[in-house]
């Protein structure tokens, strides 16, 4: 295997390992759900993106043909985590799950809770 071939792994690798901690300690860290899912669908999926890439052209060059399995694995992760995390922020929607006070847009919460559309016009 070329250097360039093995810098190209480790810089994925290490990439993949910083998305995929900042996203763990963000999930860890922020205050609501809402603000969890950030870590987990953004930085994680980027992370093992990055993670399933190197291993996709390690596998790649040591075989010496083409490894599916890592292609099929990334683009279920890219597929489903937007799906998983819509569904789990509608959820805590209809939970009464309380953002943080600083979070804008809590009046279309409130809205959403009850079906209603995000321009009709407050009934006094």
Do not use: C, W
Request: proline share 5%; no cysteine.
């Amino acid at each position: 295997m070329s250097f360039y071939t093995e810098l190209l792994i480790t810089v994925l690798l290490v990439i993949g390992g910083v998305f995929l901690l900042v996203g763990s300690i963000g999930l860890a860290r922020l205050p609501d759900i809402f603000t969890r899912l950030h870590g987990p669908t953004k930085a994680t999926t980027l992370g093992i993106t990055g993670i399933l890439l190197s291993s996709l052209i390690y596998q790649t060059i040591t075989q010496s043909r083409f490894s599916v399995s890592e292609l099929l694995i990334t683009l279920f992760l890219l597929i489903t985590a937007p799906v998983a995390a819509n569904m789990i922020a509608k959820t805590a929607l209809h939970r009464d799950n309380p953002a943080i006070p600083r979070t804008t847009g809590q009046s279309l919460m409130s809205k959403i809770r009850t079906r209603q559309p995000a321009d009709a016009q407050e009934e006094d």
